[in-house]
């Protein structure tokens, strides 16, 4: 059974910093792109940064470049999301994504997403 599983979630003052993980299980993790999503209080969810299965390729939301990095540990099945800089408007649940299309460069869609993790809960305080 595959099961993505997040972690690193908390309460941040601006400015500061978390450091969000996922574990993968099921024996997906190395024949998937990873990547991050999030969603705020009434908003849609929308893609925070992607990486290919090697990891010799990422991308990521114009809102977070410079300030967020995706990275992943393949011996681990773990995919990190390190937030830098952290504005209240990053507040939302942070969800871990995976899909099957190994050799894409760029964004994630939402509708193509294989498995979703339960997310974790990111809060910036101003």
């Known amino acids: 059974q595959v099961q993505l599983v997040e972690s690193g979630g908390g309460l941040v003052q601006a400015g500061g910093s978390l450091r969000l993980s996922c574990a993968a299980s099921?024996?997906?993790?190395?024949?998937?792109?990873m990547g991050w999503f999030r969603q705020a209080p009434g908003k849609e969810r929308e893609f925070v940064a992607s990486i290919t299965r090697s990891g010799g390729s990422t991308s990521s939301a114009n809102s977070v470049k410079g300030r967020f990095t995706i990275s992943r540990d393949n011996a681990k099945s773990t995919v990190f999301l390190q937030m830098n800089v952290l504005r209240p408007e990053d507040t939302a649940v942070y969800y871990c994504a995976a899909d099957r299309n190994l050799y894409t460069i760029g964004p994630m869609s939402s509708n193509g997403i294989d498995y979703w993790g339960k997310g974790t809960l990111v809060t910036v305080s101003s």
């Open positions: 099921g024996g997906i993790f190395g024949n998937v792109r």
